[in-house]
């Protein structure tokens, strides 16, 4: 007899965890629903303070002046934004004041510049690069001068092979202007006819006419001067750059150098050489 009780206690228990199990089992975390308490807190959470106004109140002006550049940017925008959203005079005001102090530090700026190039003038382009009217006139006879010399001294080591068509009208006007090039320079000027001679122009992957490519004598390595219609001056500068890459006397880096400019401003490699100079 109390076999049978403590069977029927025990299969009861059974029956009411199995009914409980049930009853709840479309909610909880089975479901994704999460207790009360906690969902709160989450909102707590998310929940963020209020954004403080900006206002040039909060600061004196030496504070302003000396924030750092993007702490002003930042506060300047802040200022900006609170005017657009609130066009009171006051906002309207504190934003033109702080737009006033970004004027006076770029003119300081602007000052402490002149002073430094004046006080250290290799600091500046002035030397390589003069805008004044007789300063400009010098440097460019200086780079007709060694342009015409470089070109001059390695005609016999160097030419250009000019890839053209019978049909194109681009060809004939960049013909004319190689005659003059080649009576300028003594350069030997070889005329392709791509049409005639497709493996060549493969060879060199040209497919626009005009097209002018700088070769070297016992050299492999080849550089395109142009492709399409140059003037006279542009062959001059492109095949004078393209003699002194493929000799090794300048880096691609140093592409755009002329040799008078070496050690000045526009010498990439100046602040190295320095460097390498300390003890």
């Known amino acids: 007899m109390r076999r049978l009780i403590l069977a029927s206690i025990l299969q009861l228990s059974v029956t009411t965890a ?6 709840d089992s479309a909610k909880g975390w089975w479901w994704y629903q999460k207790e009360p308490e906690k969902q709160a807190e989450k909102q707590e959470k998310k929940k963020k303070p209020p954004k403080s106004t900006p206002s040039l109140k909060d600061y004196s002006y030496e504070q302003v002046w000396e924030m750092h550049p993007d702490q002003f940017q930042e506060f300047a925008e802040a ?3 609170k005017a657009v959203q609130k066009p009171s005079e006051e906002n309207v ?3 033109f004041e702080i737009q006033e102090i970004a004027r006076k530090k770029a003119l300081a ?3 402490v510049a002149q002073f430094v190039w004046q006080k250290y003038p290799e600091l500046t382009t002035k030397k390589d690069y003069p805008i004044t009217t007789p300063g400009n006139l010098a440097r460019i006879s200086q780079i007709n001068e060694e342009r015409q010399r470089i070109l001059r001294d390695n005609r016999d080591d160097f030419a250009l092979i000019y890839f053209q068509r019978p049909d194109c009208s681009y060809c004939d006007e960049q013909s004319r202007i190689l005659d003059w090039f080649t009576n300028e320079t003594g350069w030997t000027v070889k005329r392709v006819n791509i049409s005639e001679n497709p493996g060549l122009a493969a060879k060199f992957s040209v497919e626009i006419t005009p097209t002018l490519i700088l070769i070297q004598k016992g050299n492999q390595d080849y550089l ?7 003037s006279a001056d542009e062959i001059e500068d492109k095949a004078y750059r393209a003699v002194r890459l493929l000799k090794g006397d300048i880096s691609p880096e140093e592409y755009s150098l002329y040799e008078f400019q070496k050690g000045g401003s526009f010498d990439v490699k100046k602040r ?3 460097e390498k100079e300390r003890p």
């Open 18 to 23: 199995s009914a409980g199990y049930y009853t």
């Open 79 to 81: 200022l900006k934004k």
């Open 93 to 95: 005001k504190e934003y």
């Open 109 to 111: 700026f602007s000052n």
């Open 224 to 230: 395109p001067v142009s492709a399409g219609v140059i």
């Open 272 to 274: 190295r050489l320095l």
